[in-house]
Every structure is written in structure tokens, then in C-alpha cells.
């Protein structure tokens, strides 16, 4: 199981973290992914982190605003968000999955998904 907290409201420019706690299986092993959806539009990946293999990817649109990082002893992955832009607002989702080329590729046939969390940026 995978639990996301940690959005909210914030002002453009502004950050949050959101945290993803997993349970039932071996964290570090899973590539845990972050997704976001806005209303009326599709979902879209956002980063990407597999701490086995200390991979981990971004979409273009947060490189240098957003940082994900985990901690194995807390099973748990994060999700830091700087620079914050209203076009940012959306629900964000955790999501695990063995393997990486499905996370990245197909994330459609990811294994695990958690609950989103809403993120809201004010301008």
C-alpha cells in the first residue's frame, strides 16, 4: 500500500513536500513514481526515484523546481516542490511498480497506486 500526504495551499513561488509511505513490500527495490492530474487533463508523470539503483528521472516542466529523495528506514519517498506555479495545481499520486521501464513507459500497468493528494497554487 502506498499513503501520499503533505499537499495543500500555497502562494506561486511557494513549496511544499508531499511524502509517499509505503507498506507490504520491499521499498527500495520498487521504482515509486509521481503523477499529477488537473482537471480536464490528462495524467502526466512527474519524477521518478529507484534508491536500489539510485535512479531517478524528472519531467522536463519541474526539472530544477521539484526533487524527489527517499528514506529506506521510513519506507518512505518524497516529493519536494520549490518555485511553485499555479499551472502546478493538481492531485498528485504516488505509485509503485518492480519495474522501471513500466513506470517510466506504461505507467498505466503500474502495479500500486496510493491515494492523491491535492496540491493548490494561488497566484
Known amino acids: 500500500q502506498l499513503q501520499a500526504s503533505g499537499g495543500g495551499l500555497v502562494q506561486a513561488g511557494g513549496s511544499l513536500r508531499l511524502s509517499c509511505a509505503a507498506s507490504?513490500?520491499?521499498?527500495?527495490?520498487?521504482?515509486i513514481g509521481w503523477f499529477r492530474q488537473a482537471p480536464g487533463k490528462e495524467r502526466e508523470g512527474v519524477a521518478c526515484i529507484r534508491s536500489s539503483t539510485s535512479s531517478i528521472y524528472y519531467a522536463d516542466f519541474v526539472k530544477g523546481r521539484f526533487t524527489t529523495s527517499s528514506d529506506n528506514a521510513k519506507n518512505t519517498v518524497y516529493l519536494q516542490m520549490n518555485s511553485l506555479k499555479p499551472e502546478d495545481t493538481a492531485v498528485y499520486y504516488c505509485?509503485?511498480?518492480?519495474?522501471?521501464?513500466?513506470?517510466?513507459?506504461?505507467?498505466?500497468?503500474?502495479?500500486?497506486w496510493g491515494q492523491g493528494t491535492q496540491v493548490t497554487v494561488s497566484s
Open positions: 507490504g513490500f520491499t521499498f527500495d527495490d520498487y521504482a
Open positions: 505509485a509503485a511498480d518492480f519495474n522501471l521501464a513500466t513506470m517510466l513507459g506504461q505507467p498505466e500497468n503500474v502495479e500500486v
